[in-house]
């Protein structure tokens, strides 16, 4: 299994996660690849556009998500089995080296679409290996009561990402055009590879775990096994049983099984209306392309403030019930949101959403980090991406063609109504209801 190629962190050494420099290494990475990233996806649109038709462009910005979705769950074994840091670095090397061959040879000649193309799926394939294994990293940088607070400053690092990756993109097209941007987006992505390999992973004492404890098939919670028990399984098995156990694991989980129904809910529902419904509404009020801007600002703003309220607290008192509660009030706020007599009434109500969706989520995947084995995480995040990352997407053009036929109204409180199920499925999961974020 994982094998630490520097010192790991003992419990002792823990501090509060904003002052401990192992966790704002492992941080100063995460949001430099972000950032990279964020300035991909603008280099790669901006290129498509130039060589293709709209509708080429457009599909050589999908066919990524084809191989992220398709490989995701088989992404989470290769983090547990390899271990989430090894796999991160790998990943990131791949990424860096890939997207700086495209700027090189953009420099040097138009290859076409065809490049363009080979670049997007090279990079879901990778993003379905190196996402899992950045949902397991955290429970190895860090102590458990620490989990809820490192998936706050994560928050925020995704927030500051999205607000400089774009215009860092648009100056690097403007300097030099697409091969700048691409090229700038490489020495980013390059960035987080050195600040991974200085960050000490925990000795923990699930490292070693890849069955499924016999407490978890009758349905119960995890207990652990022994640790010559376990390396014996880890021996025998091959990577299909460790996806197998890894499911297994989740659907005998009281915790995790309700938890990711709820993520899940909230992502086919959040999706579509948040980004072409919130397009074709800014149309249809006349708001314009900055009006929509303004909504998108109140909306990231709101998020923001959720992200740094979990990373100040640290924890929040009854996180089950607080969730539920939240995704409930974020629902109603979608749904008021397409009926918005204002542009001003619209960005306060997008800031609304923004908060109460920002809450929610940093809870759940602060709940997800603290009550999952650190042993399952990767094919447990991977369970997670897949909807996020591979089904919720498809809502984007189901919603297009249905606010064609009814309007943005009733498609917006039908997306609500699908995001307060998640509520619904908490307050209904005792288990889940009850949780509590360690202290």
């Not at 420099?107 to 993003?127: I, K, M, R």
């Not at 923001?304 to 990373?311: E, F, P, Q, T």
């Amino acid at each position: 299994m994982t094998a630490t190629l520097i010192p790991p962190v003992h419990a002792a050494a823990d501090k509060p996660a904003h002052r401990d420099s192992n966790v704002l290494r492992w941080l100063g990475a995460y949001t430099a690849s972000m950032v990279g990233d964020n300035v991909y996806y603008l280099a790669l649109s901006w290129a498509a556009v130039q060589v293709g038709t709209p509708s080429q462009a457009g599909l050589v910005m999908a066919v990524s998500a084809v191989p992220r979705a398709l490989l995701m769950l088989g992404g989470g074994v290769v983090a547990d089995r390899f271990g989430p840091r090894r796999v991160v670095i790998g990943s990131d090397a791949v990424r860096c080296a890939a997207v700086l061959t495209v700027a090189v040879l953009l420099f040097a000649a138009s290859p076409g679409l065809w490049l363009l193309a080979l670049l997007a799926v090279l990079f879901g394939t990778v993003d379905a290996v190196f996402m899992p294994a950045v949902g397991a990293l955290p429970a190895r940088v860090t102590g458990r009561d620490q989990l809820a607070r490192v998936q706050g400053m994560r928050g925020l690092a995704i927030r500051f990402a999205h607000v400089v990756g774009a215009p860092l993109g648009g100056l690097g097209v403007a300097l030099g055009g697409a091969a700048a941007a691409f090229g700038l987006a490489g020495l980013l992505i390059a960035v987080s590879v050195p600040l991974l390999i200085s960050v000490r992973m925990r000795d923990l004492p699930t490292d070693v775990q890849t069955d499924v404890p016999t407490d978890v098939e009758a349905g119960g919670e995890a207990g652990p096994r022994p640790m010559g028990a376990a390396q014996d399984t880890a021996s025998r098995a091959t990577p299909w049983q460790d996806l197998r156990d890894g499911l297994r694991y989740i659907r005998g989980h009281r915790v995790l099984t309700p938890l990711l129904v709820a993520i899940a809910l909230g992502d086919l529902g959040f999706v579509g209306p948040l980004n072409v419904g919130l397009t074709l509404l800014a149309e249809q009020r006349g708001w314009g392309a900055s009006g929509m801007g303004w909504v998108l600002s109140g909306f990231g703003a709101g998020a923001g403030v959720a992200a740094l309220l979990l990373a100040v607290r640290g924890r929040l008192p009854h996180a089950g019930r607080v969730a539920a509660a939240s995704i409930l009030a974020g629902s109603v706020a979608i749904g008021a949101l397409a009926h918005a007599p204002s542009l001003v009434a619209a960005v306060g109500t997008a800031l609304l959403v923004g908060l109460l969706a920002g809450l929610s989520g940093a809870l759940c995947g602060a709940l997800l980090q603290t009550q999952a084995d650190p042993a399952y995480l990767g094919r447990v995040s991977s369970v997670a991406g897949i909807v996020s990352l591979g089904f919720a997407p498809l809502s984007m053009p189901l919603s297009a063609a249905a606010i064609g036929w009814w309007g943005t109204g009733p498609v917006f409180v039908t997306s609500a109504t699908v995001c307060g199920l998640g509520g619904v499925v908490v307050l209904c999961s005792g288990p889940l209801r009850r949780a509590q974020l360690p202290r």
